[in-house]
């Protein structure tokens, strides 16, 4: 495992927050040149650190304002259906984000959609042909209180 100082985690921050950000911009922001700033930069990537670079999409703008957790209980728990349950859900557009948890399901998948008629064609249409599903329970987002990916120790400008 990588070992990320205070100067690594200002570079994640500054990523984070602007994955176009300069080096050189980095540099001058922590008082360095841009040669070590590109080295942690590279170091972290090889390091598996920085998994990627990517844009933040608001789905709203894109038609999709309905979001839904579904907790997911599955009927059976040997490890092949785990690994089929987990293949055939990730084929599913609609699924953002699923988690294997621990507590009262099995699995939390992060949906979105454009509306309720569009979520009942997918559990209808597409959650409910896969196999093993015991039960399905939908919480769906009123509001999004906050959505920031970052690891809080990240950020040093935030805690200060």
Known sequence: MSKIDDIDKQILAFLHEDAYMSNKDMAQRLGMSPTPIHERIKRMEKDGVITGYKATINPNKLGKSLTVFCDI???EHAAEFLK???EDVMSL???QECYCVSGHSDFLLKIVVADMDEYRDFIL????SIKN???????FVMNQIQNESILPWLNQ???R
């Open 84 to 86: 089929q349950f987990e």
């Open 73 to 75: 209980s599955l009927k």
């Open 93 to 95: 557009l609609e699924v």
């Open 133 to 139: 599903i015991g039960n399905a329970q939908s919480h």
């Open 125 to 128: 249409h597409k959650l409910a």
């Open 157 to 159: 400008e935030k805690t």
